[in-house]
């Protein structure tokens, strides 16, 4: 939400800036998060609903200074309330705000998720805000944010083996990261070999023409329950990676992965538990 | 009649171009000459000039292995040309996409006749889509008014090893399986043993990461036994004598092993990418390390993660 203040100020930056005949990326280095995109993507996404900003007591964000390499940026949505009964996290939506498409991704959870922390990884072009909002099971949002620096040198969002990538088409690995103990949040990781690029429109330059092929939906249930469904699109790297957290149980004997491409195309794997301990 | 002819000629080397200062070459062997850029980002201040880049003179024309970062390095090399040679431009040979080494083709694009831009055939797909990002980091780099002009090879080189001739001078175009990038060419020279490496080989900067780890390493072997007796870096400087140049092939090496060694035991005990990236440190005696080792760390983990 854009307040008048905010509004007066950005439309005097532009009269200075005008007189001045610079531009506003001459501002400090983290500018306001009032952006133009996210003044959009709010109203689109969350209408006037008010939302808790960079309080850190439901939803915080993990992720780096600088974008090392762009087509690969580590990012940790991080939940600081347990998804117990009472109040619990049902949604986040991962936004970057520059991004051709700035909604990256949106996860919906249940407490049988266990923790409400999801880690991906997220090309990035320029030097943009990426936030987390948190919807929890009360209907509040919260948000945090952090301002990322895009790569230097010749780091590109674009995959390195375009060959090698659909070769391997579809391929998953699926795996614990933690030990298995009854009522205690249990890390896993999935990954899913896939190009998951925007396709681009026919190059002036090189006159190639490349149709969009990305993965769209990941779910994955435990015991027959869905624990984790994400809407995502290219936002999201080559090869897109999820670790997230699901609740053991007794009788739960395994987790099962299905992923959709844009192509309708879809991929499944099944990861078997060891025993539950009782 | 002949002066008529030589001021003609002369109006049209003025009109053609923009007069640049010829940039500065050493002349590794006889007809072979190389530039060494600086090992640095690109910035407003050097204009691009950070990568190296060299032409080769035959008797009959010249071939250009890459052009530097900038349309200005572009013209710098075309006036190094001038300055040695009247013979036409033949060939421009990039050794792969990134955008420090091909930029200054635009200065080449308007010389007649028209050389043949020669490339990997997996250029193409790579330009088209890094293109935007390209032209962004060079408008952020050099300056808005500094617009960067892509070339479109004309010339696609694949498996098949391409021997051009220069007139009693054969140079010799190879494509690597993906290493540097998926892109990566050579170029050498058999009359002098000059080979240029392009980014297949760092000599001081620290090796950047952006195609495939194990893929270079692989070819790593393979490049060293072209027993080359010089061979020009992409960054860094001319190794010459057969010993300076396997110590350069086995110090990248080094580099890369101990990457993918620290990077797969990482894996091993499950350190998620964030903290491997915070915990790998970059080894001694590399320069430009805090802005590119975090980034292979990266992609080596990103390629790694995918080995059962
Ligand atoms: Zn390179």
Redesign the pocket.
């Known amino acids: 939400m854009t307040s008048p203040r905010s509004l007066l100020r950005a439309v005097l930056v532009g009269i200075v800036s005008l007189m001045l005949g610079t531009s506003l990326a001459i501002a400090a280095d983290e500018p306001s998060p009032d952006t133009e995109q996210w003044a959009g993507l709010r109203q689109y996404l969350f209408a006037n609903r008010p939302i808790a900003d960079n309080v850190g007591d439901v939803v915080d964000l993990d992720a780096p200074f600088r974008a090392e390499d762009a087509s690969v940026v580590p990012i940790g949505l991080k939940a600081k309330i347990d998804q117990s009964g009472g109040r619990y996290i049902r949604k986040l939506w991962l936004v970057v705000d520059k991004n051709p498409t700035p909604v990256a991704a949106s996860f919906e959870l249940t407490p049988e998720s266990g923790r409400a922390d999801v880690e991906t990884r997220i090309r990035l072009e320029e030097y943009t805000w990426v936030r987390v909002i948190a919807e929890t099971s009360d209907g509040q949002l919260h948000m945090a944010r952090k301002y990322v620096r895009a790569a230097g040198g010749?780091s590109a969002p674009a995959g390195k083996d375009n060959e090698a990538a659909l070769a391997r088409l579809g391929k998953i690995k699926f795996k614990l990261e933690g030990e298995v103990e009854t009522g205690k949040p249990t890390l896993a990781q999935m990954m899913v070999s896939h190009p998951n690029n925007s396709g681009m429109q026919m190059d002036q330059v090189t006159r190639l023409f490349v149709p969009p092929q990305y993965v769209r939906h990941v779910e994955v249930a435990y015991g027959g329950k869905v624990i984790l469904s994400a809407d995502v699109d290219f936002s999201i790297s080559e090869n897109p990676n999820f670790r997230f957290y699901f609740m053991p149980k007794a009788g739960g004997s395994e987790l099962t992965a299905k992923v959709v491409d844009s192509k309708d195309l879809t991929f499944s794997s099944t990861l078997s538990l060891p025993k539950v301990g009782i | 009649m002949p002066a008529l002819v030589l001021t003609l000629a002369l109006t049209g080397a003025s009109g053609s171009t923009r007069a640049a200062d010829p940039a500065p070459v050493n002349e590794v062997a006889p007809g072979v000459f190389v530039h060494t850029g600086q090992i640095a980002e690109a910035t407003r201040d050097n204009d691009g000039d950070t990568s190296n880049w060299g032409f080769v003179v035959g008797e009959r024309c010249i071939a250009v292995i890459d052009s530097g970062g900038s349309t200005a390095t572009g013209e710098a090399l075309l006036a190094a040309i001038r300055s040695q040679s009247p013979l036409p431009v033949c060939a421009v040979i990039s050794t792969?996409v990134?955008p420090?080494?091909i930029l200054g083709n635009a200065a080449l694009a308007s010389l007649k006749p028209a050389p043949e831009f020669v490339a990997s055939q997996r250029l193409p797909a790579a330009l088209a889509a890094r293109q935007s990002t390209y032209t962004a980091l060079a408008l952020r780099q050099l300056g808005a008014d500094r617009a960067p002009v892509f070339v479109a090879p004309t010339s696609l080189v694949g498996a098949q090893t391409v021997q051009i001739n220069l007139g009693n001078r054969d140079l010799t175009v190879r494509s690597w399986p993906t290493a540097?990038?998926d892109n990566d060419l050579t170029v050498s020279d058999e009359t002098s043993g000059t080979l240029f490496a392009?980014?297949l080989l760092f000599v001081d900067h620290i090796p950047?990461l952006?195609g495939s780890l194990t893929g270079w390493l692989a070819q790593i072997p393979t490049l060293r036994a072209l027993s080359a007796t010089r061979v020009v870096p992409?960054h860094g400087g001319v190794a010459s004598g057969a010993a300076a140049v396997a110590a350069a092939w086995d110090r990248e090496h080094a580099y890369l092993l101990d990457l993918r060694d620290r990077v797969r035991a990482s894996l091993r005990i499950g350190t998620a990418l964030a903290r491997a990236v915070d915990t790998l440190t970059a080894p001694a005696g590399w320069q430009l390390t805090e802005l590119y080792h975090r980034r292979n760390v990266t992609a080596a983990y990103a390629e790694l993660e995918w080995e059962d």
Do not use: E, L, N
């Open positions: 010749c | 792969h990134h420090d080494h540097h990038t392009g980014d950047v952006d992409g």
